[in-house]
């Protein structure tokens, strides 16, 4: 198996002891370290079956995230399953930051930036409307995409709330 990985390749992770969730990766972003963007399904699958990988990536995306693919592989945390050019839309994903990001002092940021994929950050100030619905931006390790894939949220507090 290459260690490499490439836009477009589709990953399986265990969430549990008798199910899995598939993701994507479907584009770098120069913006953020030119890390890997990665889209989430949904759905899950029995741990034991090898659902057709373009149902896969037609169904519902939960969340978007940036991450090091490669580095999952090579820690075990998910599994290069195939390569399907098909990514999808990425004009619509928005990512935000905080300028007060690890400062526990700080409960409400007024000080957050949202971006979309290789468009510069843009100071926004107070998060309101639909940049409240913007992904986490870090660049996020591979033990906590899957416990969001398990759980629905990360494993971490990094930011302030708004």
Known sequence: ???NT???DVFSAKVNSNKKKYFQYIISD???LNSDVIRVFKNSYPIDSNPDLNDVISGEVEFYAHCITKLGVKMGYWNLIGNIPDVGRT???LFRDSGDYGNPTIKVSQDWWV???NEDQ???GELLGENQKAEVGLVINPES???RMRTG???FKAYPTF
Do not use: S
Request: no cysteine; net charge positive; aromatic share 12%.
């Open 122 to 124: 843009k100071r926004v």
């Open 115 to 117: 971006w979309k994929i």
């Open 153 to 155: 949220e990360y494993d």
């Open 6 to 8: 490439k836009i477009g």
């Open 1 to 3: 198996m290459r260690t």
């Open 30 to 32: 120069i913006t953020q």
């Open 145 to 147: 995409i899957v416990y």
């Open 91 to 93: 004009d619509h994903i």
